[in-house]
């Protein structure tokens, strides 16, 4: 399984229309930043989490394959929790926690071509201002797709350096993990071009 890819399922979450569940997850983000309360946010954590069970999803197995996320949580608030404080900490990284689960519960259990749609049905009053919704919605479809090439590209780096025992030195890891992505990213956009579309 590739996180952030559609996963066929016949459940209540799957479901539910894909502007239904697009508004749930921006309604969740507004939500989160009305409140610092730690109590409120795990609160809110738990009830994403719930998601998945009921969309009838493996939890253990997105847990697993969502571990580079897990670990930047974990950088996001040990560095809050140094240079700030723990209550900033947990209030943010709870907060991120909750948009991170909102956003692989809508992507597993959502087809991205029914996004895409919502996405050009919802950006076309934007069409007069010079939006093109239908470029943005690739854009957004392209960031989709490129999630599990950044996890892959991860591992793939993680299990290399640390064959060369050097999987513990942070910059062995992100310099080469930032190359291969540029590298990876240049390819798609020379591909793009090749086929005549014009981002």
Known sequence: MKLTLYIRRDSPVHALPAGCKLCLLLTA?????????????????????????????????????????????????????????IGTG????????????GGLLLTLTTRVSDLMAVLERGLSPLAPLGLNPEKASLVF??????IPVLAETWETVRAAQQARGMDRNPLALLIPMTVLTLRRAEQISDAIEARGVDL
């Open 29 to 85: 983000g507004v939500l989160i930043l009305l409140t610092d309360n730690p109590l409120l946010l795990g609160g809110g954590l738990v009830t994403a989490l719930a998601g998945f069970p009921l969309a009838r999803l493996p939890l253990p197995e997105i847990f697993h394959q969502a571990r580079p996320l897990l670990i930047v949580l974990a950088i996001f608030f040990t560095a809050h929790a140094l240079f700030t404080s």
């Open 90 to 101: 947990t209030v943010l990284t709870l907060r991120f926690a909750i948009m991170i689960a």
């Open 141 to 146: 479809a392209m960031t989709i797709r490129f």
